[in-house]
């Protein structure tokens, strides 16, 4: 699939956590589809400029808009922002996440809120700040990065596990009360993606023992996204994107 053959032009999209790794993948295929595109990050904004530069040379208007995606206040005004300047959302990806590697015995209750935070109720928070625009227009797209680790025992650990498994839930919830509405929202679940996150986990077994022999590349991640946002007849749904790994 080429994202070039599918037009996006004047849709404006939001990924969180584009400064870099999956996100910063897929606000630039984005962009080649066309989109404007609002470029979310936490503490990297200089990545996120460079995002931008990206895409501004592709064409595109494009914005960095720096805000924890886990604090309601900073998500409502990050769409009102993106709003003014480039427009309502029709296009949302809830991307953001954390992966701090916890055993058993080593995981505790702050770490445990703090994933759930930013990898679950973000998505929620995100969602419920762009439904209204999407509601009104009758169309919208909403694409959630879950992980194999939703399904699988992954290597991060329990926290990690139940924010993605909770971002699943949320994810089919939405999709059966948006189906009527024009909406559609689905969740794309990698397997270990080449990006600064896999860094701690490289060394761990079930990274070695890709089925594919090697580790996925973030592109290949938004190829998978380009594509469930152009099929409207696909909502609710999981793809897996993870060179074989089911349950690890
Ligand atoms: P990454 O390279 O670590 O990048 C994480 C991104 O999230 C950065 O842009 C970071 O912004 C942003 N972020 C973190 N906390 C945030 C917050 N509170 N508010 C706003 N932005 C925040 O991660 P990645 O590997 O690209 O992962 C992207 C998504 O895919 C995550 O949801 C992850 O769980 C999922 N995933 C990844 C893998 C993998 O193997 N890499 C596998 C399965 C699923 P700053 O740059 O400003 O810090």
Redesign the pocket.
């Known amino acids: 699939m080429n994202p070039e053959r599918i037009d996006l032009g004047g849709r404006v999209a939001l990924v969180?956590?584009?400064?870099?790794?999956?996100?910063r993948a897929i606000a630039l295929a984005l962009g080649r589809a066309g989109a404007d595109v609002a470029v979310?990050?936490?503490?990297?904004a200089g990545?996120?400029e460079e995002v931008v530069t990206a895409l501004r040379a592709m064409g595109r208007r494009a914005m960095v808009v720096a805000?924890?995606?886990?604090v309601r206040a900073a998500v409502e005004e990050m769409v009102v922002r993106i709003g003014r300047e480039l427009g309502p959302i029709e296009i949302l990806i809830n991307?953001?996440?954390?992966?701090n590697l916890r055993g058993l015995d080593e995981l505790d209750e702050a770490e445990f809120d703090r994933t759930i935070a930013?990898?679950l109720k973000?998505a929620f928070l995100c969602t419920q700040a762009v439904l209204p625009a999407m509601r009104a227009s009758r169309h919208g797209r909403i694409v959630n990065?879950?992980?194999?680790?939703a399904r699988g025992p992954g290597v991060v650990g329990v926290h990690y596990n139940a924010s993605?498994a909770g971002l699943e839930g949320l994810t089919r919830g939405y999709a059966a009360r948006l189906a009527a509405e024009g909406i559609t929202v689905n969740a794309i679940a990698?397997?270990?993606?080449e990006?600064?996150?896999?860094g701690p986990?490289r060394q761990t077994d079930a990274f070695r023992r890709v089925p594919v022999g090697r580790l996925g590349t973030?592109e290949e991640v938004a190829q998978s996204v380009l594509m469930v946002i152009d099929n409207p007849f696909i909502t609710g749904q999981t793809i897996g994107v993870n060179g074989g790994v089911v349950l690890g």
């Open positions: 969180t956590g584009a400064s870099r790794g999956i996100g979310n990050c936490h503490s990297h990545r996120a805000a924890d995606v886990s991307n953001a996440g954390i992966a930013v990898n973000s990065l879950s992980s194999a680790a993605k990698p397997g270990p993606i990006t600064d996150m896999a986990l973030p």
